[in-house]
Nanobody, 122 residues
C-alpha cells in the first residue's frame, strides 16, 4: 500500500531554516493532497501545510504563513516544506500525511509517515 518516507528534520537555532521532504509511493495515479502535520509535546497534532496534486491549491496554518513554503514534484510524488525564520515554537515532530480523495470526504483515505523531529533552540 502507500508508503511515505520523510527526511530533513534536525536541530537549528531560532531564525534558521530547514527543508523537509516526503516521498510517497504506491499511490497509483490517484488524486490526493499531501503535506505535513506536527505535534509538540503536550499539544494536539495540527495541520501545518498541504498541497493538492489536482490543482496545486495550498494550505498554510496561520502560525507559519509567510515563513513556510510548500511545493511538490508530482512526477516523483514528493512534497517539500521549506521552513524559514524558524521559531522555538516550531519545535515538534513533523508527520508527512497523504489524503487520497474518495467519492466524498467521508471516504477519503489517510496515510501517515513516521515523524521527523524538528528542534529550534532560542
Amino acid at each position: 500500500d502507500v508508503q511515505l518516507q520523510a527526511s530533513g528534520g534536525g536541530s537549528v537555532q531560532a531564525g534558521g531554516s530547514l527543508r523537509l521532504s516526503c516521498a510517497a509511493s504506491g499511490l497509483n495515479l490517484e488524486d490526493y493532497a499531501i503535506g505535513w502535520f506536527r505535534q509538540a509535546p503536550g499539544k494536539e497534532r495540527e495541520g501545518v501545510s498541504c498541497i493538492s496534486v489536482v490543482d496545486g491549491v495550498t494550505f498554510y496554518a496561520d502560525s507559519v504563513k509567510g515563513r513556510f513554503t510548500i511545493s511538490s514534484d508530482n512526477h516523483k510524488n514528493t512534497v517539500y516544506l521549506q521552513m524559514n525564520s524558524l521559531k522555538p515554537e516550531d519545535t515538534a515532530v513533523y508527520y508527512c500525511n497523504v489524503r487520497v480523495y474518495g467519492l466524498s470526504p467521508k471516504y477519503d483515505r489517510h496515510y501517515w509517515g513516521k515523524g521527523t523531529l524538528v528542534t529550534v533552540s532560542s
